[in-house]
């Protein structure tokens, strides 16, 4: 392939993430107890300070949940690792950001904020999507074991799982309330009004 088959086979397929992202209807929802455990429970997993899931969208990361930071809901996706994670079918690993060649110019990192650690599972959906991340975070330099990378992909996937049950709980009740009009309109019809 050239250059160009290449571009736009990124363009189109992140056409098509974007897509699927907007049918879970989940960006800007209110907070999740069942999300905010997940978060919780994985910093205690890992002994991290700050868990997050998040959701890559056009120009923003959004936060569903974070455990370990306050007052901030979403950033741009530009600096965000996040949005190279996504890029990634596997665990995404930077154990010391001030070494990483892929970090060296990401203000989380060279900023105030301070990141050293970042290790994220992509939410990948049963078509194959990656809508976002599940990644836990540190000021510190640290290391993940491999065993320790597939309890973060499995937490990973329990988040996926919960977003795939909203959305089929959503399609469940909008046919209910469907039909639930039908009926009343056909009642209606029946008694002659």
């Known amino acids: 392939m050239n250059f160009y ?3 736009m086979k990124v363009v189109v397929d992140e056409v098509k993430r974007l897509d699927a992202l907007r049918r879970y209807e989940i960006l800007d ?3 999740d107890g069942a999300f905010d455990r ?4 994985a910093s205690k997993m890992f002994n991290m300070p700050i868990a997050i899931i998040s959701l890559v969208d ?3 990361i959004w936060f569903k949940s974070k ?3 306050d007052g901030v809901e979403q950033i741009d996706r530009e600096p965000g690792l996040c949005a190279s994670a996504i890029l990634s079918n596997e665990v995404y690993l930077v154990e010391n950001a001030i070494e990483d060649p892929r970090c060296l110019t990401n203000p989380l ?3 105030e904020f301070g990141l050293r650690f970042y290790a994220a599972a992509p939410l ?3 078509e194959g999507y990656n809508l976002g991340t599940f990644c836990v975070i540190d000021k510190k330099q640290r290391y ?3 065993e320790q990378m597939q309890m973060l992909e499995d937490l990973a996937s329990i988040v996926v799982d919960e977003i795939e049950i909203r959305l089929a709980a959503r399609k469940t009740l909008a046919k209910s309330y469907q039909r639930i009009t039908q009926l009343e309109l056909e009642n209606k019809e029946l008694r002659g009004q």
């Open 67 to 69: 455990f370990g930071i």
């Open 109 to 111: 990192v060279c900023g």
């Open 124 to 126: 990948t959906t049963k």
């Open 38 to 41: 997940i978060t919780a429970l």
């Open 5 to 7: 088959s290449n571009f």
């Open 58 to 60: 056009n120009d923003r």
């Open 29 to 31: 929802t209110p907070p």
């Open 144 to 146: 993940l074991s491999r």
